[in-house]
């Protein structure tokens, strides 16, 4: 069974920083692509930031330049840097793993920026 165990999220002020981890553990392989989505209250789940294999990555235009995806293969995990937070990111992140045999989300996690 494939469980995405996080860390990381919480409360910050405006711009501060937070770093978010997701890993993977039991039988998953072949992970193609990684991913961080978030959902604020009254809104629908948006894509943040992906990688996949090589490295490439891409990031919703409202975090370019301020939010970093990285992965690190041989751990099966996924990180997401959060530097210049603003009010706006106050939202439930996930991660999402995207496999040949399914997809995999993790719960989610609270990030709350507020002075």
């Known amino acids: 069974q494939v469980q995405l165990v996080k860390s990381g999220g919480g409360l910050v002020q405006p711009g501060g920083s937070l770093r978010l981890s997701c890993a993977a553990s039991g039988s998953i392989f072949s992970i193609y692509r990684m991913g961080w989505y978030r959902q604020a209250p009254g809104k629908q789940r948006e894509l943040v930031a992906t990688i996949i294999g090589d490295g490439s990555t891409n990031y919703a235009d409202s975090v370019k330049g301020r939010f970093t995806i990285s992965r690190d293969n041989a751990k099966n995990t996924v990180y997401l840097q959060m530097n210049s937070l603003k009010p706006e990111d106050t939202a439930v992140y996930y991660c999402?793993?995207?496999?040949?045999?399914?997809?995999?989300w993790g719960q989610g996690t609270q990030v709350t920026v507020s002075s």
């Open positions: 999402k793993f995207s496999t040949p045999r399914g997809v995999y």
